[in-house]
């Protein structure tokens, strides 16, 4: 089965700095989704970003960027010029193509930013 | 695009009581709906994936007389905890693909979820 690992229960980062989150994940799979969602106090789920494992390039949206190591099964999201509106839980996810196509969550990261 | 409204965002039953939560998609058609539970400070468990015109599946330990999932239309899925406990108490999310159906990558979307308080 495929596990999602998030190391970092909690971060915290300066207002306008550089932040990354790490994310790690185990699969027999080749082809395959992974996500970067964000979840405010609200608790509503919002798309961070979304990679596709067949595409080398790494994603970016703005000021979120994944660093994608197919290899080493590694997925982590870089935060520039991080805002106050950035602190929320983040949640790294997967889900195979063609499959159950389930998502698989980490167990999250409570991102702090710092006034 | 793509959006799923939950209702209601917040309820609160008698213990032994029934609580439906309805999960529609506006601007789209939803062939499939996970229903995800979400303790404080944890991440989301998947319970069940729900297709349209087709029995629920469900996740190993949901149970399935407890947790009734139906999924009638393309734009309507329900979740009903029946008998409800306050062991039951917890944020209930549903989310669909943003296509609408399988296997187009799109990611998806999600409810904003509902917070259920048994008493």
């Known amino acids: 089965a495929q596990t999602v690992t998030q190391s970092q229960p909690e971060m915290s980062v300066q207002e306008a700095e550089t932040v990354t989150l790490s994310c790690t994940y185990d699969?027999?799979?080749?082809?395959?989704?992974l996500f970067w969602y964000k979840q405010p106090p609200s608790r509503q789920m919002i798309l961070v970003i979304r990679?596709?494992?067949?595409?080398?390039q790494n994603a970016t949206e703005n000021r979120f960027s994944v660093n994608f190591q197919k290899a080493a099964k590694s997925f982590s999201l870089k935060i520039s010029d991080s805002q106050l509106g950035d602190a929320a839980m983040y949640f790294c996810?997967?889900?195979?193509?063609?499959?159950?196509?389930?998502?698989?969550f980490g167990k999250g990261t409570k991102l702090t930013v710092n006034p | 695009g793509a959006v799923v409204s939950q209702h209601p965002s917040r309820v609160i039953c008698k213990s032994g009581t029934s609580v439906k939560i309805e999960c529609r998609s506006l601007?789209?058609?939803?062939?499939?709906m996970f229903w995800y539970r979400q303790f404080p400070k944890q991440s989301l468990m998947l319970m069940a994936t729900?297709?349209?015109?087709?029995?629920?599946?469900?996740e190993q330990g949901v149970e399935k007389d407890k947790f009734l999932i139906n999924h009638a239309s393309l734009t309507l899925s329900t979740l009903t905890v029946t008998s409800a406990h306050p062991e039951d108490s917890s944020f209930y999310i549903c989310?669909?693909?943003?296509?609408?159906?399988?296997?187009?990558?799109?990611?998806?979307?999600f409810g904003s979820g509902t917070r259920l308080t048994v008493v």
């Open positions: 989310s669909a693909p943003r296509s609408g159906v399988l296997g187009a990558g799109g990611g998806y979307t």
């Open positions: 699969t027999s799979e080749s082809d395959y989704y």
């Open positions: 990679q596709e494992a067949y595409k080398q």
């Open positions: 996810a997967y889900h195979d193509r063609g499959g159950s196509e389930k998502l698989v």
């Open positions: 601007d789209f058609q939803a062939t499939t």
């Open positions: 729900s297709n349209e015109g087709s029995k629920a599946t469900y």
